[in-house]
Nanobody, 124 residues
Framework: QVQLVESGGGLVQPGGSLRLSCAAS????????IGWFRQAPGKEREGVSY????????DYADSVKGRFTISRDNIKNTVYLQMDSLKPEDTAVYYCATGWKAWGLQENRGYNYWGQGTQVTVSS
């Protein structure tokens, strides 16, 4: 059974950092693109970043470029999202997702499996 579990969320002050983790079980992650998405209260879910199976290709939403870094450790079956210089507008529930045909920053592009999400709150 495919399962994704996010962790690492929490409360952080503006300008601070967090590292989110997405741990996979029930499948070998190294053949799958993994995406990070987020949903703020009252807003639609949006793509934040994704990473190709080997890690050779990554992309980011314009709102997080230069501040967030996605990476993966296929031996540990885990993908990370390092978030630096956090802003209040980064406050959201963050989800990781995957699928056999997953690609890009749009959730309707093959992202069939989703984690339960982890809350990130940026506030002073």
């Amino acid at each position: 059974q495919v399962q994704l579990v996010e962790s690492g969320g929490g409360l952080v002050q503006p300008g601070g950092s967090l590292r989110l983790s997405c741990a996979a079980s029930g499948f070998t992650m190294d053949s799958y693109t993994i995406g990070w998405f987020r949903q703020a209260p009252g807003k639609e879910r949006e793509g934040v970043s994704y990473i190709s199976p080997t890690g050779s290709t990554t992309d980011y939403a314009d709102s997080v470029k230069g501040r967030f870094t996605i990476s993966r450790d296929n031996i540990k079956n885990t993908v990370y999202l390092q978030m630096d210089s956090l802003k209040p507008e980064d406050t959201a529930v963050y989800y990781c997702a995957t699928g056999w045909k997953a690609w890009g920053l749009q959730e309707n592009r093959g992202y069939n499996y989703w984690g339960q999400g982890t809350q990130v709150t940026v506030s002073s």
